[in-house]
């Protein structure tokens, strides 16, 4: 994923637009107590998501 992302530059900022907003989105949601179980699955998904993106295999990392 991090290699196609890095190779189409349009789909990464689009990526990286979208990531930033959900991320705030589900930070807030999570401060003010609005919907916390659906924010909190949001914030397991976007750690899920930066986990594919930077080529975590377990326990090695794809940099290592």
């Known amino acids: 994923m991090l290699e196609y992302l890095l190779l189409h530059r349009d789909f990464l900022y ?19 107590g609005l919907g ?4 909190g699955l949001g914030a397991a998904l976007l750690s899920w ?3 594919m993106g930077a080529g975590w295999l ?3 990392c794809l940099d290592e």
């Open 49 to 51: 998501g930066i986990l």
């Open 58 to 60: 377990g326990t090695t």
């Open 14 to 32: 689009m990526f990286m637009l979208a990531f930033s907003i959900i991320e705030a989105l589900v930070g807030l949601a999570l401060l003010f």
């Open 36 to 39: 916390t179980r659906l924010a």
